[in-house]
């Protein structure tokens, strides 16, 4: 399908990119006490992300994904590891009509992902693959940041109508 604009805000009912948990609690970047963040590490101080990719994706949108782990895990101090039997995990699933979306870090049990992959909307694209694994990690937009007025200022009268949300630092 068509990619989906993540950035489009015409296009903001075919996605939800940062999907609060079950209990409606959204963050920022996490803090380094905060309870989603991932806390498993390994012998070399590298935390670790069990992840299960459920599908359904084709050969190569899988590799897409397992490429964008490869690329974050070059570059930062997480490494991705398959699911076993770990109680805390991203759920990698393409449902469609549901569009690109991610939980902000580690909420228990399964974490939910989704990658749509359509006839009528695909998120399986490199960069949106690694955004949406990064909001799993547990980043956040940066104009989305708890201290973001600190650095810059919002003109909420440019906001189109209905879509503040997006822009509340404080959700």
Known sequence: GPRVDIYNTQDIGQFRDIEKSPEGIAGNALPFTSRFKWKT?????????????AGPFKREEYQMIINAMVR??????????????????INIESV??????????NHGGRSSMNLESSSKASCMFHDIVIHELLHSVGLWHEHMRHDRDQFIKVHYEN???GKLMRWKGDI
């Not at 590490?41 to 990719?53: S, T």
């Not at 974050?72 to 995990?89: G, L, S, V």
């Not at 469609?96 to 870090?105: L, N, P, S, W």
């Open 72 to 89: 974050i895990q070059a570059n930062t101090c997480i490494r991705f590891i398959r699911r076993t039997k770990e109680r805390d995990y």
């Open 159 to 161: 906001i189109a109508r």
């Open 41 to 53: 590490r390994d012998a070399y101080g590298n935390y670790q992300i069990p992840y299960l990719i």
């Open 96 to 105: 469609d009509g549901e569009g690109c979306f991610a939980y902000i870090g």
